[in-house]
């Protein structure tokens, strides 16, 4: 007997799981693509215990996609080797979007991709079925993979007792750990995106290899909404639309370190404008702490044992220092420099602080991923018994926030991960129990990463969903009982005894920089008039229109808006155009008719109507309700 489902299936011994998913009727190319059997992924082809617990998973599924996924990288590198037989095959994982192949030894043009899918398409029109082969020591791998050093270095570097599996699809035979699809017919739709160079194991000393990137469904109309999908990404990249709004920009002498431009920092200081308003009413404190530290701060913290690598240091007076890629020790510092009494608790403490990582030069992209950036952190001290109030507090915060930029969210709740970790066993049952406690009292449900946990505590990821529906990670709520050990914090309880504080870390933007390019993307660079750099283009038909364009510039400037005057001696479709094209909310077209009887016709934006004769007292009214709404 197998549970699968939720329902009891009575099977006969060793039944396999393509033989459950045919008696389920789970046989269409989007379903029965992989099997969970006691919490363990494994091949449909082999054999399920008895008594066990059984999952199906299906192409909406994570696990089933990635099975369907991996199973067409080794599509595509089969179809390569039959194409260009010299080229060496290294790695081919999944990832976000699709997965991808990198190759030794090949050169491919965009020219070659259409000749590759062909190869595809006769390679899944022979439907093999994938075999897998366990090799019983690393001897034997090695042997068969004799005439491929990358593949030899893979198995040499295994535990030696790791399993060394590889899977075969009629002549193609890889390294792999699997599981893949039984069979490759399931593919049935298959496409090539791009090629890029790369290097083996993202060494810039080794190899130079070509990546082939692909995306693969079980149905050709879900490709077809694929690519139109990433179209329309393509259409609101915030790299490209920072530069059309002159938002920000780099240099090559700052890599990975954003210019914020004039535009760009309007917004951003609505952005820290919103951000205080709501965090002043909630009764938090904001600090302000040094960029750069002595590295016995940094050891104390646990940061330089655990995260030394992606630190910047300097030795200045004969001592290390670093500049903070977090700011949370020097938070302890203040908490630390004063005697407090469990009446000061919560004490919840923010900062916008600008913390700096190495990241590897080829994984920047654009303000998503850069190695200078603002955390809009804060660090709640608090009593045992006030940790599930205060995240439910701060999950409260987080709600109204997204809310204001018309971003839905979820979220995940990452568990310990299984090595470099600090603190006790105790206290990490204690933080992740409370955890997932207040997250089942918040009753919006929440998705268990168990192992992607912060180093020194569990935590709350909390992930946005774009207009069009894409998930970008950006807040954390994180509870820490090892710091405040660490740092020996204290308060004076009502006993008059010392005790130790509970702390929760978090973020609501998360990385600023990285927030304002999910904002980018969301809008497509239509910020709703609270958030536009400009807001208001006052258009003159002709230059005796000028005067009263300048007087009501003034009007508007008064009451705090950003109003651009055009003066210049284009005609009124063109300065149309022109706020157009620089996504100004509200465009003000002043002639004649205007100027006699002392009102506005206004052309709006989003809706592309214009409303005539319009009392400039009118229009600041409705625009005060647009902006104090954040509509």
């Not at 919840?348 to 991923?369: M, T």
């Not at 507090?393 to 109204?400: A, F, H, M």
């Not at 505590?457 to 405040?484: E, F, Y």
Request: proline content about 3%; aromatic content about 10%; charged content about 30%.
């Amino acid at each position: 007997m197998a549970i699968c489902k939720e329902k009891e299936i009575i099977v006969e011994a060793d039944t396999t799981g393509i033989e459950l998913v045919e008696m389920l009727r789970l046989t269409d190319p989007h379903q029965g693509l992989s099997i969970e059997v006691d919490g363990a992924l494994q091949d449909l082809s082999e054999p399920i215990k008895a008594g066990a617990s059984v999952k199906i998973f299906s192409f909406s599924d994570k696990k089933g996609k990635e099975v369907f996924w991996h199973t067409s990288a080794h599509v595509l590198a089969q179809a390569v080797l039959r194409l260009f037989p010299e080229a060496k095959p290294t790695i081919g994982p999944v990832i976000e979007g699709g997965f991808y192949y990198d190759f030794a030894n090949l050169k491919v043009t965009a020219e070659d991709f259409k000749a590759i899918e062909k190869e595809v398409k006769n390679i899944l029109k022979e439907n093999f079925a994938t075999e897998k082969v366990t090799f019983q020591n690393k001897e034997e791998a090695l042997k068969a993979f004799s005439d491929n050093l990358f593949k030899k270095e893979l198995i040499t570097l295994l535990p030696e007792d790791a399993p060394i599996t590889a899977y075969r699809q009629g002549e193609f035979f890889d390294l792999c750990r699997g599981p893949h699809l039984a069979k490759i017919g399931k593919i049935k739709a298959f496409k090539i995106l791009k090629s890029s160079a790369a290097y083996w194991r993202a060494d810039q000393e080794r190899e130079s290899l070509t990546r082939i990137y692909g995306i693969s469904f079980p149905d050709r109309k879900m490709l077809q909404d694929h690519l139109h999908f990433l179209e329309e990404a393509k259409k609101r990249d915030h790299r490209v639309i920072g530069q059309k709004l002159s938002l920000f920009s780099f240099s090559e002498y700052a890599p990975g370190m954003p210019i914020i431009e004039p535009n760009g920092m309007v917004i951003w200081n609505e952005l820290l404008k919103f951000w205080r308003e709501l965090h002043t009413k909630e009764d938090y404190v904001e600090i302000k702490t040094p960029a750069m530290m002595d590295k016995g701060l940094w050891e104390l913290s646990g940061h330089f044992a655990n995260y030394k690598e992606n630190m910047y240091l300097s030795e200045i007076d004969k001592g290390t220092y670093a500049i903070k890629p977090m700011n949370c020790p020097a938070c302890m510092l203040y908490f630390k420099s004063k005697r407090h009494s469990y009446r000061d608790l919560p004490l919840r403490v923010g900062e916008i602080g600008n913390v700096h990582r190495h990241e590897l030069s080829g994984s920047l992209s654009g303000l998503l991923r850069v190695r200078s950036f603002h955390q809009d952190d804060a660090h709640i001290f608090m009593r045992k018994d006030q940790i599930k109030n205060e995240i439910l507090e701060v999950l409260k915060l987080t709600d109204r926030l997204y809310k204001a930029f018309g971003l839905s969210y979820h979220l995940e709740l990452s568990t310990r991960p299984e090595k470099k970790t600090i603190g006790s066993d105790e206290d990490w049952e204690i933080s992740t129990n409370a955890l997932r406690g207040a997250l089942e009292s918040w009753g919006k449900g929440f998705v268990v990463n168990e192992g992607d946990g912060a180093f020194y505590g569990p935590k709350i990821d909390i992930h946005v969903s774009d207009a069009l529906g894409r998930t970008w990670q950006c807040g954390t709520i994180q509870l820490d009982m090892s710091l405040p050990e660490r740092f020996e914090l204290k308060y004076t309880d009502e006993n008059g005894e010392d005790v130790r504080p509970v702390m929760i870390h978090r973020t609501l933007y998360g990385s600023i920089e990285r927030f304002f390019a999910v904002l980018i993307e969301h809008y497509k660079g239509r910020f709703p008039l609270w958030l536009s750099p400009t807001q208001i283009a006052i258009l003159a038909v002709a230059d005796r229109h000028h005067e009263y364009c300048t007087e009501i510039a003034n009007t508007l400037k008064e009451k705090g808006f950003r109003v651009h005057v055009d003066a210049t001696g284009e005609s009124i479709s063109k300065k149309v155009r022109s706020a157009q094209m620089q996504q100004i909310n509200k465009m003000l077209i002043i002639g004649d008719k205007e100027l006699e009887s002392k009102t506005l016709s206004i052309r709006d934006r989003d809706t592309n109507e214009t409303t005539e004769s319009i009392t400039i007292e009118t229009f600041c009214t409705e625009l005060e309700t647009l902006r104090s709404s954040k509509s």
